[in-house]
């Protein structure tokens, strides 16, 4: 079974600022999908950024980009010039294949922005 | 607005009662997921439907059950409820095949008085 691991329970940083999250997740597959989802306070899950495990260039969403290292299976979250909204919790996320099998969650890690 | 819809999204109930929670999909997705947010907790993976037959499990409680219809709408069914089952339910679906996503619903907030 997939495991989704999120080793920072809490993180902040100043407004303008970069944070970087870390995840890592366990897998003998070979094509998967990986994923950020941002949880702001309004509870609503948004996906920030996606990551095809086949596609070796790191994928970039303006202020979002990952660290893909697919051997090492690590994917890091970095966030450039933090904003207020940026304050969230983030959770990694694994899905094996195309078809939405085997969805799964890290534990999260809250993020705050500090002005 | 991610296209999933779900209702009721404040339900406040008592122990013992049964609830069911509605969640209409994106037009086009076959695949509903259903997942359990307690107070500041992570997402408990349910269960999952695909075009109308269950495909996965998760630590899904034998209280609770769910469907998907020939419409592609879902209901999770809560009963005997308790009040560890306060909590934010939501709803998923995905697309058949492609960038692999999950689009969720805005949730359904269950508390168990």
Request: with cysteine; glycine share 8%; aromatic share 12%.
């Amino acid at each position: 079974a997939q495991t989704v691991t999120q080793s920072q329970p809490e993180m902040s940083v100043q407004e303008a600022e970069t944070v970087t999250l870390s995840c890592t997740y366990d897998t003998s597959e070979n094509n998967y999908y990986l994923f950020w989802y941002k949880q702001p306070p309004s509870r609503q899950m948004i996906l920030v950024i996606r990551q095809e495990a086949y596609k070796q260039q790191n994928a970039t969403e303006n202020r979002f980009s990952v660290n893909f290292q697919k051997a090492a299976k690590s994917f890091s979250l970095k966030i450039s010039d933090s904003q207020l909204g940026d304050t969230a919790m983030y959770f990694c996320a694994f899905m094996k294949g195309h078809y939405g099998q085997n969805f799964v969650f890290g534990p999260g890690t809250r993020l705050s922005v500090l002005p | 607005d991610s296209g999933v819809t779900q209702t009721p999204k404040h339900l406040i109930t008592a122990t013992g009662q049964r609830v069911t929670l509605r969640c209409s999909p994106r037009s086009g997705d076959l695949s509903v997921y259903w997942y359990q947010q307690s107070l500041d907790q992570g997402l408990q993976f349910l269960i999952q439907y695909y075009n109308g037959e269950e495909r996965a499990k998760g630590n899904i409680l034998e209280r609770f059950s769910a469907q998907q219809f020939p419409d592609l709408h879902s209901e999770l069914n809560l009963s005997s409820l308790e009040l560890g089952d306060s909590a934010l339910y939501f709803c998923a679906s995905s697309p058949t095949r492609g960038t692999g996503e999950l689009f969720f619903g805005e949730g359904s907030r269950l508390t168990v008085l």
